[in-house]
Each structure stands twice: as structure tokens, then as C-alpha cells.
């Protein structure tokens, strides 16, 4: 079949009300539809263009886990489910969806190459549309729900658009309701194209076992992106205490534009982590929260000498106070003064009521509690703000961008992983829009240096990748080493620094096992060790593994067929080992023991001589005991780590399943299983 038309349909009671699969040409059009207690409302499979307008669809599931749906679907319940390796268009509109899991998914991939159609990245809009848990407002919520409203994944970015005709292949998720939902918009890895996430209203509940389950939510999340927009969007909840809940959430990326949105009765507001540079963050209101905005990125400089950032911090006036929470919050070792405020005193523009990870209080007049250039500005009254009403405002300033490749930010932790991150980053951007550097030496000069870089590398990795080009991906990982491309040097003409040295090699190895993942799940070789890394990985921390763990939990959704909001577990008080193993890549997973703890071992399967790597570093001995399968003891030795590496041979093993437990200085016991081949 190379298109589904149903035009005017009712489905009752079935497991898909329409299951379109098929080639890259084909098309699925849905418009309208009344759907009632299906599983799937529409679900897609490798059609390139996917519409769904005016449908109706709505379920009696509950949050009780009561049914299973076979292998295909699962037991979750969505209204649209599409996934397509060369998207060319995804329009969903004025849908309502009522009580599903999982409102509208997509997952993509790989993004539209010029090797499939001729066509490049493409638009995805999902505007207009109300999703919610219950069909009327007088109708009990009992045990309705939506857990994830809308959610895009994409797993690989490609950098092969420079000069391609892109700029109107908007992912758009725009004037949408939604009501009673655990969560709200989720976007991750689209940042080849721009985003929009505005002009939604998105009423948050909390989970069912409330703010001590510590469950993160979130009402908009948009990981590793360039360019987005996130305007004009009212955000509520239901329970201020809650700190794993968040309105506002940005991960790693560039040039987010965050401006005149409104988040109440939510435990965190706003958080920028990663690099974020060249962001504004303007004309925000923060109702009643625990903490109002956390750092833990650079965004640069808020407002400046003319103009007042005018963010407010409010209070609904029903028992709260911002003097018993905090207005400010810096984490991850992040110094507020390379992104400060410019507050005028008095007003509820300036944030009084300010914190640390030590959650120190009392913090007056300070951005994060720092020492001496505290990060907060104070203008004279009457100094206008960026804009009037609500105007797009873009972030010109490239100071951000030019002390990254100098070296010359803030961090107090991780620096080398911080700015081989940031320069990333920067690097991703000057192969999507060539005209970011021009007039800035210092940008110009970075160009030049990092074409002889993992940089490059990776760029042209993931290019291979995206044309469909797995063979020459292979040869890029195969023939280069870990360090064969490190570049840690420095022109005196400009002061940049290149940040791509050994130091940063935890990222480095994070990245080249993703690429071995990923072209192991194209050829259909994942095995169960791959499938087991991935979710791994995906539990890593992003601020010091990168940005490359974001693509690997869209892998995961993809390999899983799930959706899965991964938090970041990231210890804002641990100052991470900045130098990482430097093994080559390898095609074998790792495992994880099941107690969410700090060590990995790889590969697995292995021939008795294995890796243990500490995520977080510590440098008291561990002892190493393992067991085989009738339960003798084969081997029990205390263990060092070296740059968070620990190498064991177990000397005349057999093959076979092995329980390895591993007891750190403080008594606390990790376990894990192996095989020996």
C-alpha cells in the first residue's frame, strides 16, 4: 500500500483505528476521524508524509498498567504514532486527543538526506491541537491521565546543510491545550532546523505518588537545539515543593530564545544547562516556585547597560513567600557573572532571594552567591526593558561565542569538558550557518583550526551517516584513533584556544561508541550487549558526557520503541574527573548494575579481560570479587582507579555467566553479571 485516505471514519474498539506502513513515497492522510478506545489512533511506519487534521480520538485506559497490546504496540496507548526513516512533511492539526499515554509521537531516524528524495530537512507542525485526560471539565479525573502530550526524537543530526534551502523546515509545535498531563512538549536532537514552541497553554499535574518520588516532569523540554523559540506560553502545576518538576527545561544548544512565558505552582521555572550560549532569557514571570531560575550553562549577558532584562519573580499572594525559596540558583560549577542580569532595584524585576548547590541561604543581592562580581547588574529606575509587549528579540551578541573558543568563561568545575562541549557546539553551528563567523577573527581563526580536529571528525561522521554512507562512517572510526585528531593549540593573534585535548576523552569515547551503536541498529547487528549500552548511556550525565547522550535516548526510544524521559543525573557537588579512559571504541555494550550506581562495565561479553569505568570519580580503592555460575569465588583483589579506569583479567576463566560485586570505602555494594565467550 503506498498511501492511506480515510475520510469520515468511526472506529470503535480495535487495535489500530488506521496502520499505514510503507515506502519512502508514501503517504498517510487522516482528516477527520472519530477514533474510541483504540490503542493507536494512527500509527505510521516509514511513510515520508504523515497528515492528521480535525480527528477525535479518546480512550478508557487508567493508570493502573491493566492491558498489554502484543508485541507491535506494547501497553501504552497514543493518538498519533509516527515514525519515518526520510520525513518530507508531518502536519497534525486541530486534533483532540483524550486520556492516551502518549498524545503525538515522532521519531525520526535520520533525518531527509539528499540521497532519498532530493529533498532536505522537512517541516513538522504540530499546531492547534488539545490534549488532555478527560473529555469535559465537570468530568471527575479519577484515574485519567496523558504522560507525554508531544514528543519528537531525533536521534542524528547531520552537517551537510550548509548552502541547502532548509530555513522553512520549521519543527513547529504551536496554540496548543493541554490539560492534566504529567508532562508537556518534549523536542530532542532537531537542531538542523529551527523551533518553535509558542503560544501553548499546558496545565501540569503532578505524578500519583507526588513531589517525595522525586519523578521528573516537565511542561517544555528542548534538548540540543539551535535556534528555538519558546514564547508566549502559559505553564501550570499543581505543587511548588516539587524540585524535579520544571516548567521551562533547555539542554545544551545555542541561541534559545526564551522570552514572555509564564510558569506558576511549579517546583522549578527555568533552567538552562549545558552550553546554551548566546540565549535570551527576557520578559519571563515566575509564579510560586521553589526556585525560580536555575543556571547551569552560560547564556550571556541579560539586557545590558540600556535596557533592564525585566524577568519577574511574583507571588500569587496565597501563603507564598520567595523569601523562604529561591528567586536564582547556579549549579553544575557554573559562575553566574558570564551571564549576569541587568535588574533595576526595587522592582519585582530584581532577585533577592539567590542560591548555590550548597543551598546556603541567606544570599542577599547576589546571582548564585558568588564572591566579589556577583552576576547582577542594577539600572536606574525607569530603564526600559528589551522589548514592548512581546516582540521576537534574536541574541546578536557573539561575546558568549568568542570567549568559548578563548577560553576566557566562568566555570569553577570540568573545564576542559566544559569547553570542549561549548566548542562543539559552536563548531556544529558554523557547519549549518557559515555566516556565524563573519567579521569575528576570533571565531575565523577557530574555523580554521578545528577543520584538523575530533571536530571535523565527527562532522564528517555523522555526514556519512546521513547520506546513507555506513560503510565510509566505519572507515572514519576505524581508521582513526581517539587521540590521533586531538588539537590543543593556540593563536596568539586572536587568543583562541582549541579545547579538543585529551582531557575531554570521556566525551570523546561517549561519542564514538553512539556512532557504533547507531550504524550497528541501521545494519539491524544490534546485539543484546549493544541494546543494553544504549540504556546505559543514556543514563550518563550530559553535562560532562555531552551533548552526544541526548542523541543516544532518542536511539534508545527508537531501539525500545518507547518514550522515555531520562533524567539528568548529574551530582551538582561532584567535581568530575576531567581526563577520561582512552581506550579505542568498542563495537561490544557495556552493562550497568541495577542499583543506579557509579560504575560501568565493558565489553560484555568479554574473554575474561573487561574494563570497569567509574562515572563519578573517587579515588579510595574498591574491593572486586567475582563469582561463577555454581557460586565459587574466582577472584577478590582490591582495585585502584587510574583516570577513572580499573583493567581486570580474570586469569584461566571459562566461559560462561559471571556476578562481579564491587564494595567501595563506604561499605555500599554494586553488582553486576558478565559473560565470558
Not at 479525573?141 to 520549521?170: K, Q, R
Not at 581563526?445 to 578545528?450: K, P, T
Request: hydrophobic share 30%; charged share 15%; net charge negative.
Amino acid at each position: 500500500m503506498n498511501g492511506s485516505n480515510p475520510y469520515n471514519n468511526y472506529e470503535l474498539t480495535v487495535q489500530q483505528g488506521v496502520y499505514s506502513s510503507g515506502g519512502a513515497l508514501g503517504y498517510t492522510t487522516v482528516s477527520p476521524n472519530y477514533f474510541y478506545d483504540c490503542p493507536v489512533g494512527v500509527y505510521s511506519l516509514n511513510y515520508s508524509r504523515n497528515t492528521g487534521i480535525g480527528s477525535y480520538m479518546v480512550t478508557a485506559q487508567d493508570n493502573t498498567g491493566c492491558c498489554s497490546f502484543g508485541p507491535l504496540l506494547g501497553s501504552k496507548y497514543y493518538g498519533y504514532k509516527i515514525q519515518t526513516w526520510r520525513n518530507q512533511d508531518i502536519d497534525l492539526l486541530y486534533n483532540t486527543i483524550i486520556n492516551t499515554d502518549y498524545g503525538m509521537s515522532v521519531k525520526i531516524p535520520t533525518p531527509t538526506g539528499p540521497t532519498a528524495t532530493g529533498t532536505y530537512p522537512s517541516p513538522i507542525t504540530m499546531d492547534d491541537n488539545v490534549i488532555q485526560a478527560k473529555a469535559t471539565i465537570a468530568e471527575p479525573l479519577g484515574s485519567h491521565y496523558v504522560e507525554f502530550p508531544i514528543w519528537i526524537d531525533v536521534p542524528l543530526m547531520g552537517s551537510v546543510l550548509v548552502g541547502t534551502p532548509y530555513s522553512n523546515a520549521w519543527i513547529k509545535t504551536d496554540v496548543n491545550t493541554i490539560n492534566d498531563a504529567y508532562n508537556g512538549i518534549y523536542i530532542n536532537g532537531a537542531n538542523f532546523q529551527k523551533v518553535s514552541t509558542n503560544s501553548n497553554f499546558i496545565n501540569t499535574i503532578e505524578y500519583p505518588n507526588g513531589y517525595s518520588f522525586e519523578t521528573p516532569q516537565f511542561g517544555i523540554y528542548h534538548s540540543v537545539l539551535v535556534n528555538d523559540q519558546i514564547m508566549d506560553n502559559v505553564i501550570s502545576g499543581t505543587d511548588f515543593r516539587d524540585f524535579y518538576w520544571e516548567g521551562v527545561q533547555l539542554m545544551h544548544g545555542m541561541n534559545h530564545q526564551v522570552n514572555c512565558n509564564q510558569v506558576g505552582n511549579i517546583g522549578v521555572g527555568f533552567e538552562f544547562s549545558g552550553t546554551s550560549l548566546s540565549s535570551t532569557w527576557v520578559y519571563n514571570n515566575m509564579i510560586d516556585n521553589s526556585i525560580g531560575f536555575i543556571l547551569g550553562g552560560i547564556i550571556g549577558p541579560q539586557g545590558d547597560a540600556s535596557h533592564q532584562c525585566n524577568n519577574h519573580w511574583s507571588s500569587s499572594g496565597s501563603g507564598f513567600s520567595w523569601s523562604a525559596n529561591y528567586q536564582t540558583f547556579t549549579k553544575y560549577g557554573v559562575s553566574p557573572t558570564s551571564s549576569a542580569l541587568w535588574v533595576v532595584p526595587g522592582t519585582s524585576t530584581e532577585p533577592l532571594y539567590n542560591g548555590t548547590n550548597s543551598l546556603s541561604l541567606p544570599c542577599t543581592h547576589t546571582y548564585g552567591c558568588s564572591s566579589g562580581s556577583n552576576g547582577i547588574n542594577v539600572l536606574p529606575a525607569g530603564t526600559p526593558p528589551h522589548l514592548e509587549g512581546c516582540d521576537l528579540v534574536h541574541s546578536t551578541s557573539r561575546i558568549a561565542l568568542e570567549q568559548m573558543v578563548k577560553q576566557n568563561l566562568a566555570y569553577s568545575t570540568n573545564q576542559s569538558l566544559n569547553y570542549w562541549i561549548g566548542q562543539y557546539s559552536i563548531w556544529e553551528a558554523m557547519q549549518r550557518d557559515p555566516h556565524l563567523a563573519d567579521s569575528s577573527e576570533a571565531l575565523i581563526a577557530f574555523s580554521l583550526m578545528a577543520n584538523n580536529s575530533r571536530f571535523s571528525l565527527f562532522t564528517k561522521i555523522e555526514n556519512a551517516l546521513y547520506n546513507g554512507q555506513i560503510d565510509s562512517a566505519q572507515i572514519f572510526l576505524d581508521n582513526y584513533g581517539i587521540d590521533d585528531l586531538t588539537n590543543n593549540q593556540i593563536d596568539s593573534t586572536t587568543g583562541v584556544q582549541m579545547a579538543d585535548e585529551t582531557s575531554a576523552d570521556r566525551i570523546v569515547i561517549n561519542y564514538r561508541h553512539f556512532y557504533q551503536l547507531y550504524i550497528n541498529y541501521v545494519q539491524n547487528s544490534l546485539t543484546a550487549s549493544d541494546s543494553a549500552y544504549i540504556e546505559v548511556m543514556a543514563k550518563f550525565c550530559p553535562i560532562t558526557d555531552g551533548a552526544v547522550i541526548y542523541k543516544t535516548r532518542a536511539l534508545y526510544d527508537l531501539v525500545f520503541d518507547t518514550l522515555r524521559f531520562f533524567p539528568n543525573s548529574c551530582k551538582d557537588d561532584a567535581v568530575f574527573d576531567s581526563s577520561a579512559a582512552r581506550q579505542s571504541p568498542n563495537k561490544n555494550a557495556s552493562l550497568k548494575s541495577t542499583n543506579d550506581q557509579n560504575y560501568t562495565l565493558y565489553p560484555n561479553p568479554n574473554d575474561g579481560n573487561f574494563i570497569i569505568h567509574q562515572n563519578v570519580s573517587e579515588p579510595d580503592p574498591v574491593t572486586v570479587e567475582i563469582w561463577d555460575a555454581v557460586g565459587r569465588s574466582v577472584y577478590k583483589k582490591e582495585t585502584e582507579f587510574t583516570n577513572s579506569i580499573s583493567y581486570l583479567n580474570l586469569i584461566n576463566s571459562y566461559p560462561g555467566v559471571y556476578l562481579l560485586r564491587i564494595t567501595d570505602h563506604k561499605g555500599k555494594k554494586y553488582n553486576f553479571k558478565f559473560a565470558v565467550e
